[in-house]
């Protein structure tokens, strides 16, 4: 299985895997709730990876049956390290405090960060009502590209560094959640 992860960086392979998780819905085996997230999170990674592994393997002239087992592994651990680096932050910054779980949005919120919010995976750290809509655009993100939204919006950087823009708004998914949640106006 070749990720950008583990490819050196290799852009090709980073898009490939990107738009390939992109393709692949999200599926709920487990239901709704907050631990039931956490599964449901693993199973459509596991799907994306699988697939995406095989796929891979199949370019490559590799074994199909190995890439899948690789794809589905690396694919549903590195979704829930997404989901570690989230509460992690979360948890630190808000003061220690454990995240409200919001089930309609099916995202955990920690509270405290002054500086506006972030997202990783299901996570979301700040609680500004004005930018929860915005941040919830990028669970979603999260959840349509799997482990291959961090790369996709981290490759966009250099684009906008180049051209004299701020990489954090000058990108695809920034506009997308401002455009869909109308924060920034």
Known sequence: MRTAAVTNGNVADGIMIGSLSG??????PFGSGAW???GNQIAS???RGGLTGGVSAMVAGGDIGTGMVKGAVTFAIAGQVN?????????VGSGLRLPTYNSTLD?????????GAITFGNVIYGDSPALLGHEYIHVRDYSDF???FLPAYVAQFPVAMLSGNNPFIFNLF???AQQCSGYPD
């Open 146 to 148: 799997g482990i291959g």
């Open 83 to 91: 989901n570690v680096i989230g509460h992690t932050i979360g948890f």
């Open 45 to 47: 990674d596991a799907i």
């Open 174 to 176: 920034e506009l997308h």
């Open 36 to 38: 039931a997230s956490f």
């Open 107 to 115: 995202v955990f919120v920690y509270s405290g960060n002054k500086y």
């Open 23 to 28: 393709l692949i819905p999200s599926v709920t």
